[in-house]
């Protein structure tokens, strides 16, 4: 596999759309990208369905719904998620240690019962589009650094395979948690996109030195004139740094 392939399959790519045909057209588009993110919008417009088309093209799924309730509902919701197949999921680690552990066994479970691939959970820390201020405005004391670091500890611990957090944060969470919690990253900007309502952002080349395992890539490449020359400009990019 050389620098360019390997790229490819750590770039996630936000079908940040309103709509099942342009989700498709999209994916139609993207020759070489294996993942494809869903989000609420998406996901609440097209529903289940969606993820079995995407799986049908031959694409793996991130539903990003960031489930948050009581362990028991989340529990629940995840083996749902195993039964469509998704192959990523995420949940708010703000949750609890409970709800993450049960999360974790749901899904374990779940999977072991259907004899299918275990999805990676994705403990979500704290959203790109927020800062400091903007914690201390819902009684999160630590800045955005500490919180960060406090979420992906307690998802570690929960036995969570990775977290979502800004570009900003990869290297203390990777020095402080290890190498094999992985992190996905959002917030991703190459010098040529514009910032949109992300805050902790990073080009693409910088956030796999800082020790990203994968990113989440949205507008730069779903919105530009061709979606696919946007892509392999990005890989190039990456296979240059």
């Not at 045909?21 to 919008?41: D, P, R, T």
């Not at 083996?79 to 240690?97: A, P």
Request: charged share 25%; proline share 4%; with cysteine.
């Amino acid at each position: 596999m050389n620098k360019k392939e390997d790229f490819a399959k750590r770039i996630i790519i936000a079908l940040d759309v309103g709509n099942r045909g342009e989700a498709l057209s999209l994916i139609n588009q993207l020759e070489g990208v294996e993942i494809f993110k869903v989000g609420l919008e998406l996901f609440t417009a097209e529903g289940p369905s969606l993820l079995e088309k995407i799986k049908a093209l031959g694409k793996k799924v991130f539903l990003d719904l960031k489930l948050h309730d009581i362990p028991n509902t989340v529990a629940e919701a995840v083996k749902v998620g195993v039964r469509h197949g998704v192959h990523m999921l995420t949940l708010h680690s703000s949750g609890g240690r409970e709800m993450l552990e049960k999360a974790v066994a749901s899904a374990a479970a779940e999977a072991d019962k259907e004899g299918v691939e275990k999805p990676l959970l994705l403990a979500v820390t704290v959203l790109t589009s927020l800062k400091s201020d903007q914690l201390r405005e819902i009684g999160m004391t630590d800045d955005t650094f500490s919180q960060v670091l406090r979420l992906a500890k307690l998802a570690k611990e929960a036995g969570v395979g990775g977290v979502v957090c800004s570009p900003q944060e990869i290297e203390i969470v990777k020095k402080e948690t290890g190498r094999d919690l992985l992190v996905v990253a959002p917030g991703i900007r190459p010098l040529w996109a514009a910032a949109h309502d992300q805050k902790r952002i990073m080009t693409p080349s910088l956030a796999i030195k800082k020790g990203a395992d994968y990113l989440v890539i949205g507008r730069p490449i779903t919105e530009a004139p061709s979606p696919q020359e946007a892509f392999l400009k990005i890989l190039s990019e990456l296979a240059d740094s």
